[in-house]
């Protein structure tokens, strides 16, 4: 056997699974160069959720994080994360966005792009591996392992046979929830290199306690390359540690020859690092504990410090062990979606939504419905033709690769964010991520108010409230007063200031309702809006921010139509009119952070 290949992950998996990729461009940079000395194979510094969060938490553009790094090392590659047709962010994008955005990446300074499709349906990594290949970059293409019925050993050696007709020039078995057992590592690594000559890598977390025992036997079956992380950022929700393997090898034929005494530096750094984060509270305390039921429900590390985010924002954290129960029973609804980036939010979501809305699919994420519709491309096993018409009704979902359907958009993003951008890298942060790139770009090299830290995901609802501050927020409310109704508004603490005191108005004439349209709507509507005196309402099914509101004061809306968008949990939710009837107030407009039950719209 060869010498065993390292590829170290602190400063991109490390840092996603264990402080919510809050790592900064400052804390990286005086240590890469370190890091560059050590002997790795390759460093994972770029991709994931490094994009989404440099422009959203940390003020910093990723474009220039990674000429920064790519200027300081000059030894290891650097390789970064792609999840195929969804780049980087929650959907599909055109072919000439994704060809532009593999374009840039290996400008500024990558050289290995590992690529997934969360189904492994490599439909959706054809043109994500042609640009790979035309800008002359290392494409290692991924199978994304999970366990159910249909995704046996032959399927997976199936599917790293499809990827190698692609082009790709090596492979990654990406055990993204850490349920990988030692024997079936085994075997699988070994029929797979029995079929395949491509050099195979393997990703693992540590989640279920079983990470090292699935190293050992893949390094014994040939694997040629693991992934670890530096010890301060390995363990729990992260990978194995970058020293544990460098020591155990060394001397042995597989001897990785990493330089120990650098390693010791490297460790000492972080080890500071990683302290800081521990103390204000973003390194969750759970994420580093050994969690045997991941092998039952399947849930990576990352998507499990999102869930307790999700429900602690909630006040639900009673409810944890209940979601994670409920995540596969949707997991099989869906027929059997690793739970990968998107999956994995969406699944979870879902889950989240089932259990604490005590209805299951009484709501439904836009995200889920374009899944459900065919629009993220074929499940690996069928989905529940029940659950299906839940979700979308009687549409028939879509058969084709799902770009197909998608016209070219570089053009028209160009179009839209005009002067902001100063180059194509700065067009492609507003085509992955719109509302935050805009905000970053408008306030690029603007003196920045330094904000107090926040816990994991707390900030994923800031949005700009711009909008709902130009007018007050008021909110209707029916009240008892010695035996007489009368019908108030309130003006919400923090909506613009008003002095004139708020009169009770008598209740109106009860007016009967209007006739109920004969057609059933399609869409999966909202939790049943309160009748209070002022009218119907839709309300907040769980805490979020408005992100659209589709109707106006006086407009007339039948029942099914869609009437506001909600973005909870990284998940927009339709909300529809249970009701025919007229627009009679916004309660809470575009930008507006609401809580379960708050009205939205009243009619």
């Known amino acids: 056997m060869t010498q065993l290949k390292i590829t ?37 510094v770029w991709g994931g959720a490094t994009f989404d969060s440099c422009i959203r938490f940390l003020n910093e553009d990723p474009w220039e994080r990674l000429r920064a790094i ?40 990558i050289d290995i792009i590992r690529a997934f499709d969360a189904l492994n349906d490599f439909r959706n990594l054809k043109t994500t591996i042609k640009a790979i290949k035309k800008y002359k970059g290392h494409c290692q293409g991924c199978i994304a392992y999970t366990t159910s019925e249909v995704h046996t050993i032959d399927y997976y050696v199936k599917k790293v046979k499809e990827l190698e007709k692609m082009g790709v020039d090596s492979i990654c078995i990406k055990d993204m929830a850490g349920i990988l057992l030692p024997d079936t590592g085994y075997d699988l690594i070994t029929a797979i290199k029995e079929k395949c000559s491509l050099p195979l890598e393997l990703h693992t977390h ?9 190293y050992a036997n893949a390094i014994e079956a040939g694997v040629d390359i693991i992934d670890t992380a530096m010890s301060p950022f ?45 103390k204000n509270g973003i390194l969750n305390p759970r994420v580093m504990e050994t969690e045997p039921k991941a092998l039952v429900y399947q849930v990576p590390g990352g998507m499990l410090s999102n869930l307790m985010s999700q429900l602690s924002q909630q006040n639900a954290m009673d409810k944890y062990e209940e979601v ?37 699919y009484k709501v ?22 029940e659950i299906q018409k839940i979700i979308i009704g009687d549409e028939v979902p879509s058969t084709c690769r799902p770009a197909d359907k998608i016209a070219p958009e570089l053009e028209k993003l160009k179009e839209e964010i005009g002067s902001l951008a100063k180059s194509t890298e700065d067009v492609l942060s507003y085509a992955l991520f719109p509302e935050y790139a805009k905000k970053f770009l408008e306030n690029r090299g603007k003196p920045q108010v330094e904000e107090p830290v926040k816990p994991m995901e707390e900030t994923i609802q800031e949005k700009d409230t711009k909008e709902i501050q130009e007018e007050p927020m008021l909110r209707a ?48 509507p909202a939790p049943a809006p309160t009748v209070s005196a002022s009218g119907e309402i839709v309300e907040a099914p769980m805490p979020g921010t408005i992100v659209d509101i589709k ?53």
């Open 477 to 524: 409310y029916r009240v008892n007063v010695n035996g007489k109704s009368y019908e108030v508004e309130v003006e919400e603490i923090g909506a613009q200031a008003t002095t004139a005191p708020v009169q009770p108005k008598a209740a109106p004439a009860p007016v009967a309702p209007a006739p109920t349209p004969k057609s059933e709507p399609t869409p999966t």
């Open 70 to 109: 790519r200027a300081k090392v000059k030894n290891t590659k650097l390789q970064m994360l792609i999840r195929g047709q969804n780049l980087l962010g929650y959907r599909h994008y055109s072919d000439d966005v994704v060809e532009e955005f593999v374009k840039k990446s290996l400008e500024n300074g």
């Open 364 to 385: 439904v994420p836009k995200e889920i419905k374009d899944y459900v519709r065919g629009l993220y491309g074929k499940s690996p096993a069928p989905i529940d033709k």
């Open 551 to 603: 109707v106006k004061v006086g407009d007339s809306v039948k029942e099914g139509d869609l009437v506001a968008v909600i973005e909870a949990m990284k998940m927009e939710t339709d909300l529809y009119s249970t009701k025919t009837g007229v627009v009679k107030a916004i309660n809470a407009g575009k930008g507006a952070q609401v809580n379960t039950g708050d009205a939205i719209i009243t009619f």
């Open 234 to 278: 390995s363990g729990g929700t992260s990978q194995p540690a970058t020293e544990v393997f460098a020591e155990i090898l060394k001397d042995t034929e597989r001897d990785p020859k990493l330089n120990m005494e650098v390693l010791g530096e490297i460790a000492d750094y972080l080890k500071g690092i990683i302290e800081k984060y521990r």
């Open 8 to 44: 170290e992950t602190s400063l991109r998996d490390g840092a996603q699974s264990l402080i919510a990729t809050r790592l900064t461009t400052a804390e990286i940079l005086p240590i890469i160069e370190k890091m560059d000395q050590a002997g790795f194979y390759s460093m994972e």
């Open 206 to 214: 540590c989640t279920s306690g079983i990470a090292q025992i699935l």
């Open 324 to 360: 994670l129960r409920e995540i596969p029973k949707v997991r099989k609804d869906l027929g059997y979606p690793p739970l990968v980036t998107p999956m994995s939010q969406m699944v979870g979501t879902q889950a989240v939504f089932n259990v604490l809305l005590k209805q299951r």
